[in-house]
């Protein structure tokens, strides 16, 4: 009988960590038919790959390159179709850095609301943003087209770089086919990555990038080292700038060093690249100053939340260590900054001593377990489709079913087939291979312990270390193994992954249905922000059509806290239907079959009247324009939501 192999310590906490991100995957609390359905299909996938993983190490490399081509351009054709027939309404932080980005590129540095005073860390993205607005502003781009052009740039660069360092990691097709299946059978090239810009994807180029000049710097000469360097102090600076917890990389050197120390491998001539990524994080300091100056951005510590009250957030139970609206608001309602620092260094032991050892341990864990989850990838950051074509609003509750479990499966899979590896491995200490390995290991527990002991976590932080557990799955010497099945076998576990998916989909999607959202618009730069609304005087009538092409019974729209007008949604035949105020918003709940309706919202009082509506400079946020008494703004729109309940 074989002998159990002992993991080594950082490998082993490592499977550890992601069996926890398995079991979050797994379990949903109120829909746990979703967790049965998971379970099936990575079943069925692990036995899968298991199987065919042999049968596809066979096959000539020249072959596996050219379908690897063409599936690369059947996914760029189907992200050209989504963006153009399925974009989503941007909000939250994407829009805010979108729209300030905009009106820079229009050549106005006017800081108008609080939200880059209490996150700063946006500036710097917001400003690079802007630049590639100017460049292609002089093509005569919109900011749609060119937002979407960057997202494609950006994330079909990335999965074209992670094959290639998979490639170039395992020398094997199976690891090389699973990377592409996980990139492009998924919905990780289609969803929320595709359809909203946001720091997270250029930050995991930005780490893949330097692993990858990490891993080319051996096979260099001193010409190429030129260009290497530059990249990699340039890459440092800039994921840094985008998104500043990259910084546990430097701690992961550090360890990595020691170890190689300890074992006597360190070779000193060979950490010239080590040394220019520590140069690269250092400039980044001076080049947040910069951009600072260049956009007329003055930073307000009034407004800006001390580190200390994303510590306070982290160790909230009752959010589960999440962002916790509450506790900001009693930061903002203290204001001053340093009053804030000193009531959160008083909170956060209180807390800690409040929920207790056993507690603190359970807490951690839960937050690993969000750290990893998958299953929000589509509504992340985005507020639904603006207007879905009815093909989607007819089936909504499938496609949004199938979404969910089909990045669950796919993740699961990837992570138990790592956990296997890591369980096992050995490091060589002497191949520059396996101790990039050791990096890309040692920094992906780096960042899940600033997560899970430190900060706050959401779904999307644990995505960073997708491109590090990749490369450690492709990096792990694995033997050969044959795996004998018999013919049929492999399309009968392939027919019944299909029928769990599809099948599964449609018992989740009548079991567990959703509020659908048929029409929207809610990019909108937020009144807690201190965004101005329009100034609408009396007799004034601002009017929007929406397009519905499925069912609803609700729709909202947004108006101003404390103004008084008269809101109606009128038909393609005419029927009017009014809208009642709800405070901030007016509603209506009546059945609305597919067709094109009328927003209208007129001040009937005597007096002006603040109307929350969205202007930009350059950047349509719906499908038709904002007219105000008959003049047609192209550039501005309410904030409505139109579901199905």
């Given at each position: ?115 880059f005073w209490r996150y ?285 479990i089909s990045y669950q ?175 901030s918003v007016y509603r ?58």
């Amino acid at each position: 009988m074989a002998k159990l192999r002992r993991p080594q310590f950082l490998p082993g906490f490592l499977a550890i960590c992601l069996t926890i991100g398995v079991i979050a995957n797994l379990y949903t609390k109120k829909a746990l038919m979703t967790g049965v359905v998971v379970l099936i299909g990575s079943a069925l996938l692990l036995s899968i790959c298991h199987f065919l993983a042999p049968k596809l190490d066979a096959l000539a490399k020249s072959k596996v390159d050219h379908s690897l081509l063409a599936a690369g351009g059947v996914m760029l054709l189907g992200q050209l179709a989504i963006l153009k027939w399925l974009p989503v309404t941007v909000y939250h932080d994407p829009y805010r850095v979108l729209s300030q980005a905009d009106q820079m590129a229009a050549g106005h540095n006017i800081w108008a609301i609080t939200y880059f005073w209490r996150y700063p860390n946006n500036v710097p993205l917001a400003y690079l943003l802007s630049l590639w607005l100017r460049f292609t502003n002089l093509f005569g781009l919109s900011t749609n087209t060119s937002i979407h052009l960057l997202s494609l740039i950006v994330l079909d660069g990335f999965i074209a770089l992670l094959l290639v360092m998979v490639r170039r990691f395992a020398k094997r097709n199976a690891p090389v086919i699973g990377a592409a299946s996980f990139m492009l059978l998924t919905p990780f090239a289609y969803t929320y990555y595709l359809q909203v810009f946001y720091s997270d994807l250029p930050a995991m180029l930005s780490l893949l990038a330097l692993f990858g000049l990490m891993y080319a710097w051996p096979h260099g000469n001193s010409i190429s080292h030129w260009f290497m360097g530059f990249g990699l102090i340039a890459i440092a600076a800039i994921g840094q700038l985008l998104k500043p917890n990259l910084i546990v990389l430097l701690p992961a050197l550090v360890i990595v060093l020691a170890l190689m120390a300890f074992h006597k491998h360190v070779h000193w001539r060979k950490l010239l690249p080590l040394a220019l990524i520590v140069l690269g994080f250092g400039l980044s300091i001076p080049a947040k100053t910069l951009i600072y100056q260049e956009s007329n951005f003055h930073a307000d510590q009034q407004f800006q939340l001390p580190t200390t009250s994303w510590m306070l957030m982290g160790v909230n139970q009752h959010s589960n260590g999440m962002y916790s609206g509450k506790d900001v608001g009693h930061a903002i309602k203290i204001g001053n900054q340093k009053k804030v620092q000193a009531y959160d260094l008083k909170t956060i032991p209180q807390r800690v001593k409040k929920i207790g050892p056993i507690g603190l341990i359970k807490l951690w864990v839960v937050k690993l377990g969000i750290l990893q989850r998958v299953g929000g990838i589509k509504n992340w950051y985005n507020g639904g489709f603006r207007s879905a074509p009815a093909w989607v609003q007819n089936h909504a509750d499938f496609w949004s079913q199938l979404t969910r479990i089909s990045y669950q499966i796919a993740t699961i899979t990837m992570l138990l087939t790592l956990i296997m590896c890591l369980w096992t491995w050995r490091i060589d200490w002497s191949d520059p291979k396996d101790l990039l390995v050791l990096l890309a290991i040692t920094t992906t527990l780096g960042i899940f312990a600033f997560h899970t002991l430190l900060w706050e976590v959401e779904e999307r932080y644990g995505q960073i270390v997708l491109p590090l557990l990749w490369l450690s799955l492709a990096g792990i010497k694995q033997p050969q193994r044959e795996a004998h099945a018999r013919q049929a076998v492999i399309p009968a576990l392939m027919a019944g992954l299909a029928i769990i998916g599809f099948a599964g989909s449609s018992l989740l999607a009548q079991g567990y249905p959703e509020h659908q959202v048929v029409a929207a618009q809610r990019s909108q730069l937020s009144v807690q922000y201190h965004a101005k609304p329009h100034l609408t005087q009396p007799n004034t009538t601002l009017k929007e059509s929406i397009t519905l092409h499925g069912h609803a019974n609700y729709l909202s729209v947004q108006v101003h806290a404390g103004s008084t007008v008269e809101a109606t949604l009128t038909d393609a035949k005419g029927h009017v239907y009014p809208m009642y105020d709800a405070g901030s918003v007016y509603r209506l709940h009546h059945q609305l079959k597919p067709g094109t309706y009328t927003i209208t919202v007129k001040n009937t009082t005597h007096s002006a009247q603040n109307v929350d509506v969205v202007k930009t400079y350059n950047y349509h946020l719906a499908e038709h324009p904002l007219i105000i008494d008959g003049v047609k703004h192209p550039h501005a729109s309410f904030v409505f939501t139109c579901m199905q309940k």
